[in-house]
């Protein structure tokens, strides 16, 4: 993988934005939701699904493909609007995010969403999936890669730590686990409520090859998935240093901006604001 | 009755029958949290070590895991003791397996009384009640070695998930050779008119033994094994309530949620009948040798008989 050139870091920008707006606009259609956690991942699923992954949007359980497990589950909105910008769905369907009978649940569902390859919204749990469905990969002997975002709340399960131990041994090399550090959780900032340290420390205690990166630089999560990828024989994780909330200017920088409750023209303003910055 | 204890440990029976399954079947993997030895997974490892991972002492990894594996194709066999593989690992056995309709077969052993000297804390009473509870879930007992070589192929190819609820001990024989046995389907072992014993697991022999001695005091007693407690065969049920129209139930379990909460269930729905529930009444385990649990928890054939009779009372009051 060659570093990205400056068009191509304009392009997955540009990506990042259009995944903003959508997702935005997905929450104002409804006056609440989990914003702080799906803004804080969008460079990630620009990165990933505007230029690395294996994919095919109109075939999207394609045997070949590449799997994002969102563990993370409540950042579904955020998945759902770069999913449907890559024309899994149409971006009509975006409209119509927790509506009795969506196919847009607040958190991922494998069963409901064309592109979300598993099912996950109890914390911890889509971890040990991903680590799963890369086991699977190579039992079949295929070269699919599985990619697993985690958040820094969610780290704070017991079962991340289990999947962390077996994921560190097992030698997943197919696999590439980030976490979202945004610092905040529901009750507040991580460091209040029970913090979680050095975490690329913690990761390379069990084995993986760990690193750090600022999370809204797409230049540096493409250059960090390089990297994870040329440590064969090693799991890999990536700690992406992120804000929660980022570019929504009523959410970022807010304490409480897990969950939130806005009024239609605070999403407006947000997404002018999204819109200016070109 | 006489009745004849197998030379076979019922785990050895499974682990074989497996092995054999998936000789052909590429796609079976074996999962296990540290208790190889004891399950006899072992064998698995040793033959198929590529398709086998001891994950360590670690459930709720390894139903997740499972779950993963199932997404890629593969049939994941998960075990451990029955209190680790549901209640520990329950909200993943519930969201990363059933919620997002993924196949785990779940192997849980030792069940309620049958782990013995492990105690109260690895006593599972309840683990059927809270797999019952969780929509799609199979829910199956073995009895003995003929149902376990009858049974597995079957439960390899269920669309769903399954929890395999296996006492890993020499079983007591109820079936003979060659007895077709369906999932979901309950089977007769004795015809009766005045009453029906309904159970499952361990306590079969046990009902038959009561019947014999019930017959002996003039009772005609019906015995039924429902090994698939959910989904429950519920004609045959509905059909025992009205044609004996008062019914025991049987049961290594608390009386609550299992077995006999499944049977009141359908009663209630199609056909009242007084029933009376064998099994733990709603008490931890405690530790001590099967035998000793068993009288401790009046979970014997001649508990069977008492309740019959009691039961039998109810019937004649219309109650």
Redesign the interface.
């Known amino acids: 993988m060659k570093a990205l050139d400056r068009q191509e870091v304009q392009k997955l920008e540009e990506f990042a934005r259009e995944i903003r707006i959508e997702t935005l606009k997905q929450f104002g259609n409804l006056g609440f939701g989990h914003v702080g956690g799906a803004m804080s991942i969008i460079e990630l699923l620009a990165v990933l699904y505007g230029k690395v992954m294996r994919i095919d949007p109109k075939n999207p359980k394609w045997e070949e493909r590449d799997w994002l497990v969102l563990s993370k589950g409540h950042a579904g909105p955020a998945l759902y609007s770069t999913l449907a910008l890559k024309g899994y769905f149409p971006l009509e369907m975006l409209k119509t995010l927790n509506q009795g009978g969506t196919n847009l649940p607040s958190h991922a569902d494998r069963n409901l969403t064309p592109g979300v390859d598993m099912t996950t919204g109890s914390l911890g749990q889509g971890f040990s999936t991903g680590l799963g469905v890369a086991l699977g990969h190579r039992m079949n002997k295929k070269d699919n890669y599985v990619y697993i975002v985690l958040g820094d709340g969610e780290s704070q399960e017991g079962q991340i730590w289990e999947g962390v131990l077996f994921g560190g041994n097992a030698k997943l090399d197919q696999m590439i686990v980030f976490v979202d550090y945004n610092k905040q959780q529901l009750d507040g900032y991580v460091d209040d409520i029970n913090p979680l340290g050095n975490l690329k420390e913690k990761w390379e205690a069990f084995g993986w090859h760990a690193q750090e990166v600022d999370g809204h630089s797409v230049e540096e999560i493409y250059a960090a998935i390089a990297q994870a990828k040329a440590a064969k024989g090693q799991s890999s994780v990536i700690i992406l240093h992120t804000i929660k909330g980022k570019g929504c200017n009523f959410a970022e920088g807010i304490e409480f901006n897990h969950h939130m409750r806005f009024k239609p023209e605070q999403i407006e303003a947000a997404i002018e604001a999204l819109k200016e910055v070109e | 009755m006489k009745f004849t204890v197998d030379s076979q440990a019922m785990k050895d029976v499974y682990i074989e029958e497996l092995l054999e399954i998936a000789k052909t079947n590429q796609d079976i993997?074996v999962l296990d949290a540290d208790l190889m030895n004891s399950n006899g997974t072992i064998q698995f490892m040793k033959t198929f070590p590529?398709?086998a991972?001891n994950?360590?002492v670690?459930e709720?990894?390894m139903?997740?895991?499972?779950?993963?594996?199932?997404?890629?194709?593969?049939i994941?066999f998960t075990h451990t003791f029955s209190c680790f593989n549901t209640r520990r690992a329950l909200?993943?056995i519930?969201?990363?397996v059933a919620?997002?309709?993924?196949p785990v077969r779940i192997v849980g052993t030792d069940p309620g009384i049958t782990a013995a000297f492990n105690g109260g804390t690895h006593m599972a009473l309840e683990d059927v009640g809270v797999v019952r509870g969780i929509p799609t879930m199979t829910v199956i007992e073995p009895v003995d070695n003929v149902m376990m070589r009858a049974i597995l192929q079957d439960v390899v190819d269920l669309p769903g998930p399954v929890y395999l609820r296996v006492n890993r001990k020499q079983p007591v024989q109820v079936y003979s050779e060659g007895t077709e046995l369906e999932i979901g389907k309950g089977k007769v072992l004795r015809e009766g008119k005045d009453v029906t014993i309904i159970a499952t697991g361990i306590m079969v022999s046990e009902a038959l033994q009561a019947a014999e001695t019930l017959a002996e005091e003039g009772i005609d007693a019906k015995v039924v094994n429902i090994f698939t407690i959910k989904p429950i065969d519920e004609e045959l049920v509905v059909a025992c309530a009205r044609e004996t129209g008062a019914i025991v139930t049987a049961e290594n379990h608390n009386v609550l949620n299992g077995l006999g909460s499944a049977v009141a269930e359908v009663c209630a729905a199609h056909c009242p009948t007084p029933i009376e529930k064998i099994g733990v009444q709603d008490l931890f385990g405690e530790v001590g040798p099967i035998d000793y649990l068993q009288k401790r928890f009046k979970m014997t054939a001649a508990d069977i008989v008492e309740k019959t009779k009691l039961v039998l009372e109810r019937k004649k009051k219309g109650c």
């Open positions: 993997v590529e398709r991972i994950v360590g670690q709720a990894n139903i997740g895991m499972a779950a993963g594996l199932a997404a890629t194709g593969k994941p909200d993943q519930y969201m990363s919620y997002a309709k993924l």
